[in-house]
């Protein structure tokens, strides 16, 4: 059967929208199983995170003590949760006494900002600007009320999701425990049955993510430890109210990536504003100063090595992430990114025949030694116009 030019481009587009066609449906019906059983993949990756955390802890044991692998993963549980108490004993109390504190004075806050309110909404009317303020103000009473009959209401739900989240948490602990004994085997065993090139990729795909999960989520909880430190300085010298409610929630918000900084910050604002309303701007430029340290200081130094993509990306990643899987999805966008952007780097490679499929685990290994290189050659440039510079002085004075 003869077919012209024009038949075979038509059957050529039509085949190209059945697959784009099949492949959305495709997409589609695999969204749907992976919601049925969102809740047990995300126990593994939970419990995959927690492996990634303490692995190099338990290599170390590993490697330098007597003990076997399955003894040094039991050493590195026990003394996490022996620093676990000690730190819920020191740190419980005082928070609970601020929790309760907190309540007791809800009502002098509320009457507080309702003043505030009425002031703002006479300067803006004095401004001629024509907003009423007071008017959605007054919403809020109405909303916590209903907020609080529901919470009342599902009393039961709640007390049902959080033994469902200690036994899920359980779950978590079992399956990172038996990953540090036997994932390292399991891994080893799976290679063993792909194809030469199937095992490069593979072992592509968990250095990638070894960088990209286990480096961001230490370098997130380290970020997130330093910031809550530093927050909880601030806050105690000024003598801010609830200090160490307030450490603890900045914290754990920075953790969230992009959006954490602005989560982390109205908090301890509205506190500052409401509890100790003269030391407010020293609070915000402290907090703001705090956080262009930590952003911009002390994060690259601590992610340089973890994602490695351009920030429109990860804008783009976290709105992604958050339309398909909400907070989780935002959390796990940046290190899913930085997989991606690895094997989009190695499938340019590979399609301009640059490197074949069976030097796919170098990658990662030749990208940082190039890097170093750049970095090495950047300080001795650096080096040699400084001293260039120092010449030129030099020569001058004499």
């Known amino acids: 059967m003869n077919l012209s030019a024009r038949e075979r481009q ?96 809800a009502p002098e806050y509320g009457d507080r900002a309702a003043r505030e309110v009425l002031a703002l909404q006479q300067r803006l009317e004095g401004s001629g600007v024509q907003v009423k303020v007071t008017d959605l103000y007054g919403q809020v009473p109405e909303k916590l009320s209903a907020f609080a009959g529901s919470i009342a209401t599902d009393a039961l739900g709640f007390v049902s999701a959080t033994a469902s989240v200690l036994f899920n948490f359980t779950l978590v602990l079992i399956i990172a425990f038996l990953m540090l004994i036997d994932g390292d085997q399991l891994w080893r065993a799976f290679l063993r049955r792909l ?22 989520i230490r370098g997130s909880l380290l970020l997130g430890l330093i910031y809550g430190v530093g927050t909880l300085a601030i806050l105690v010298v000024l003598g801010v109210p609830f200090a160490g409610v307030l450490a603890v929630l900045s914290g ?69 992430g958050s339309r398909i899987a909400g907070f989780w999805g935002v959390f796990l966008a940046v290190p899913v990114a930085g997989i991606f952007n690895t094997f989009l780097r190695y499938g340019f490679q590979v399609a301009q025949g640059r490197r074949a499929r069976t030097e796919a685990s170098t990658l990662i290994k030749e990208s940082d ?30």
Do not use: C
Not at 377 to 385: F, L, M, P, Q
């Open 10 to 105: 038509l059957l050529t587009t039509l085949a190209i929208l059945l697959i784009i066609l099949a492949s959305f449906q495709i997409l589609a019906n695999l969204s749907e199983a992976l919601s049925r059983v969102a809740d047990v993949v995300l126990i593994f990756v939970a419990a995959w995170a927690l492996s990634f955390l303490l692995g190099p802890l338990v290599n170390r044991i590993d490697e330098r003590t007597p003990l076997n692998r399955a003894l040094s993963v039991v050493v590195v549980y026990i003394g996490i949760a022996i620093v676990l108490t000690g730190t819920l004993a020191l740190a419980v109390p005082g928070l609970v006494s601020q929790l309760n504190d907190l309540v007791t004075r």
């Open 195 to 216: 194809t030469p090139e199937l095992q490069s990729e593979a072992e592509l795909l968990r250095q990638s993510a070894d960088r990209s999960f286990g480096g961001f």
């Open 252 to 320: 754990l918000a920075m953790i969230i990536p992009f959006f954490g900084p602005i989560i982390a910050e109205i908090p301890v604002l509205v506190v500052a504003l409401l509890g100790a309303p003269d030391v407010f701007f020293w609070v915000l430029a402290l907090t703001i100063a705090l956080q262009q340290i930590v952003l911009n200081v002390i994060s690259p130094r601590i992610m340089s090595h973890a994602i490695g993509i351009h920030p429109i990306f990860v804008f783009l990643a976290l709105l992604l």
């Open 369 to 398: 030694a190039a890097a170093a290189a750049a970095a090495d050659a950047g300080g001795d440039a650096r080096k040699a116009r400084r001293a260039e510079r120092e010449a030129r002085i030099a020569a001058r004075g004499k």
